[in-house]
Every structure is written in C-alpha cells, then in structure tokens.
Nanobody
C-alpha cells in the first residue's frame, strides 16, 4: 500500500519559518512530479509548489521568493521550506506525488495524496 506522510506543520508567528516534509512509502517503482497544495477554510485547494523528477520547480505567485521546494530521491521525500510566513499562508498543506507503483493489477500510474498537515500563522 502506498502512503504519503506529511510532517512539520504547526503554529508559527508571522515572519517565522516552518519546514514541511512528505515521505513516500510502499510498492513504488518510481516517482515523477511531487508537490505541495494547500486549502484554506472556505477556499479551493491550490497549488503551492511542484518539483519534477529532474529538479525543475514551479511556484504559486503568492509564495515565490519565500517558499522553496526540494526533494531527496533516495529518501523518497519532498520538502517545503517556508520563510517569511504570513497569516494568509494558514491552511492545510497536502503532499501530492505522481507515482509508478507495483500492485496485483500490475504496474500502475497513480496520482496520490497525503492526508495533510495544518499550518497556522498568527499575526
């Protein structure tokens, strides 16, 4: 069974920093793109940052220059370093990964989500 497990969320003051981690485990053959999305109360889920298998990245305009996404392929882990946090960054942050997995049904391409981690930024 494939899992994405996020960690690192919590309460931080405006201007502070947090680092999120997301580790993939299970019957994974390879991982293509990995990313972070967030969903604030009453708002739709939005892309925060994404990194492809070659290390190419893209960011939402609202986090450019403040957040940095990176990945450790050996550890099957993606990170999100969040600096200069703002109250509007408050949301549940979800990890997403485009996986190639092995199962009883054979080799499958799966778009998988973590359960989310809450980030709260106080003013």
């Amino acid at each position: 069974q494939v899992q994405l497990v996020e960690s690192g969320g919590g309460l931080e003051q405006a201007g502070g920093s947090l680092r999120l981690s997301c580790a993939a485990s299970g019957s994974i053959i390879s991982i293509n793109g990995m990313g972070w999305f967030r969903q604030a109360p009453g708002k739709p889920r939005e892309l925060v940052a994404r990194i492809n298998s070659g290390g190419g990245t893209n960011y939402a305009d609202s986090v450019k220059g403040r957040f940095t996404i990176s990945r450790d392929n050996a550890k099957r882990t993606v990170y999100l370093q969040m600096n200069s946090l703002k109250p509007e960054d408050t949301a549940v942050y979800y990890c997403n990964a485009d996986l190639i997995t092995a199962s009883a049904k054979g080799v499958l391409k799966v778009d998988h989500w973590g359960k989310g981690t809450l980030v709260t930024v106080s003013s």
